[in-house]
């Protein structure tokens, strides 16, 4: 059996255009899954974004600086298409679930959301980092300027202070996002020259007791999870952010291997995250 996949966006995600929650589901039933996540972009700021904004199908409007201000969770309409999976698709578990994004930045509409969604699921991620105190950039963008070590160092930095800055969240997601941008393709990646900035923020992540996802929207580096269980981790998740039904639960047999590789193994519930062995 497949890992639960925990990272999944739909319809009610402002940058999924072909998400559908009704078919994701019958996606996840299809590979034996146990249980979907359908964790929600929560953006709480506009922020300037690489490949061309708006694009055809994504929500949101421009500032008049060129920043992309995404909307608001439709939490209403979003809870209510959960509940009529749960009646269609009986025989999987669904969870709800949002993804802060920089949470430690907004920490009241943050700690709002959390009180008004009940989630099951909450994950924390580090989309944009702020430049020159005035405005932010997603990591993407800030290739252009700085040397690629740099971005990478200044995101795990940041992560960092998320991880201190804010209790509202179980699972840190994709910890290499900015590596999905790296010029010359995220396979030109090499972690071992930033390995104490990761392993900084994976000893601050196993010290607050949260989980480290398993993002395979790109191939993890099985270094990284490794250090992860060296730096006393606890547990994995899987998520394959998956933006489109097709592509649930992508890479994951290969993500599995690895985790156990790394010495992870499955909970005694198969809904449950990994655990270190």
């Known amino acids: 059996m497949l890992p639960p996949d925990s990272h999944v966006h739909t319809e009610w995600s402002w940058d999924a255009p072909r ?12 590979l034996g899954l146990a249980s979907v996540a359908f964790t929600e972009h929560a953006e709480f700021a506009p922020a300037k974004r690489p490949g061309g904004y708006p694009r055809p199908g994504f ?3 421009l500032t008049a600086s060129g920043e992309l201000a995404a909307p608001v ?3 209403p309409g979003y809870l209510e298409s959960v509940q009529r999976c749960r009646e269609k698709f009986p025989g999987l578990r669904i969870l709800t679930g949002v993804e802060l994004s920089e949470p430690h930045w907004h920490p009241g509409p943050a700690a709002k959301l959390l009180a008004d969604g009940g989630f099951d699921r909450v994950l924390a991620s ?3 980092l702020q430049a020159g105190g005035v405005e932010y950039r997603d990591t993407g963008e800030l290739y252009i300027d700085r040397s690629p070590a740099d971005v990478v160092r200044a995101y795990l930095a940041e992560v960092s202070r998320l991880i ?7 699972v840190l997601a994709h910890i290499d996002y900015p590596v999905r941008s790296w010029p010359g393709g995220y396979r030109q990646f090499d972690p071992a020259p930033l390995e104490e900035e990761f392993r ?3 000893r601050a992540l196993a010290a607050s007791g949260r989980a480290l996802e398993i993002n395979t929207r790109i191939s993890p580096d099985p270094r990284v999870i490794g250090w992860w269980h060296d730096c006393g981790g606890d ?6 952010d998956a933006h489109d039904p097709s592509v649930l639960a992508r890479g994951f047999a290969a993500a599995a291997d690895m985790a ?3 010495g992870f193994r499955p909970g005694r519930d198969p809904h449950d995250l990994w655990c270190r062995a």
């Not at 547990?235 to 394959?240: E, R």
């Open 19 to 30: 998400g559908s929650m009704e078919q994701a589901c019958a996606r996840a039933e299809q």
């Open 59 to 61: 929500r949101g409007e």
């Open 73 to 75: 969770l439709h939490l």
């Open 126 to 128: 580090v989309h944009s």
């Open 164 to 170: 201190d800055g804010s209790d509202g969240f179980a």
């Open 200 to 202: 900084a923020v994976l």
């Open 235 to 240: 547990a994995v998740s899987f998520g394959s």
């Open 260 to 262: 156990r590789a790394q």
